[in-house]
């Protein structure tokens, strides 16, 4: 009923900057809940950025001051801004999103497919 997709990674120097978008499509009414998570190889899924449905953000301390979440709730799209890369940042990262279907309060909960960001040295 709802799917996410993201896209926008790939491969970047050391102290260079992308834009990954998860893009929502579906029953979507609006977005409640969103959020970035990586895993890099050999390492548990972390938790990079979210932001809940009034706006609030919550970074990892690893990014904070670096990345940036954002959302565009018309485009049903949100974005994790990256800048000033490093190559610990290398990981996939998949978006996660909670997302209202219905003036019902009906809701889905899910994951994209995760996109590829790897950083260069």
């Known amino acids: 009923q709802v799917q996410l997709a993201e896209s926008g990674g790939g491969l970047v120097q050391s102290g260079g900057s992308l834009r990954i978008s998860c893009v929502a499509s579906?029953?979507?009414?609006?977005?409640?809940?969103m959020a970035w998570y990586r895993q890099a190889p050999g390492k548990q899924r972390e938790l990079v950025a979210s932001m809940d449905r009034r706006g609030d953000t919550v970074y990892a301390d690893s990014v904070k001051g670096r990345f940036t979440i954002s959302r565009d709730s018309a485009k049903d799209t949100f974005w994790l801004q990256m800048n000033s890369l490093r190559p610990e940042d290398t990981a996939v990262y998949s978006c996660n999103a909670e997302v209202l279907m219905h003036y019902d309060g009906s809701t889905w909960h899910g994951w994209g497919q995760g996109t590829q960001v790897t950083v260069s040295s």
């Open positions: 579906g029953r979507v009414l609006s977005f409640n809940d």
